[in-house]
């Protein structure tokens, strides 16, 4: 049976149909490509300081110790340093974490513990003093 005029006229009207359907979306799909390609940064591309941003880094209890100052918590992750705080007296480590870790001046440090700007500048000058000489005795001992 052969197929009639009308039917090779219905298939090929059908087939141009089809075939721009097609070029339609592999045209609109290399436009996507195209745009994608001049807005989107491969990962190995970007900066590293960028890449440190997106990173997520779990921290656990166990990986810190936490110090109370002025009723917020100073996390110390290093170890050895963390030995050395602690071997400081109770009214030094607080000097020494309200300068370093809560941004504070010797002044502002003297007005909240009640004591001289000039105290708590050698106090904190001693703290590290004797910070400095535990971690070289660390080191030593390693």
């Known amino acids: 049976m052969k197929p009639s005029d009308f039917q090779k006229t219905i298939q090929c009207q059908f087939d141009c149909k089809l075939k721009r359907v097609v070029k339609g979306i592999v045209r609109n799909y290399r436009k996507e490509l195209k745009r994608r390609r001049n807005k989107e940064i491969s990962y190995c591309e970007l900066p590293e300081i960028v890449v440190e941003k997106l990173a997520v880094w779990d ?84």
Request: glycine share 4%; with cysteine.
């Open 59 to 142: 921290e656990y209890e166990s990986d810190y110790t936490a110090f109370d100052v002025c009723g917020i918590e100073v996390r110390v992750l290093d170890d050895d340093l963390e030995e050395a705080i602690k071997y400081l007296s109770e009214k030094d480590r607080e000097i020494l974490l309200m300068y370093f870790f809560l941004g504070m001046s010797d002044t502002e440090i003297g007005d909240r513990l009640k004591i001289n700007r000039s105290t708590s500048f050698r106090s904190r000058k001693n703290s590290l003093e004797e910070i400095k000489k535990k971690l070289k005795e660390n080191m030593n001992d390693e």
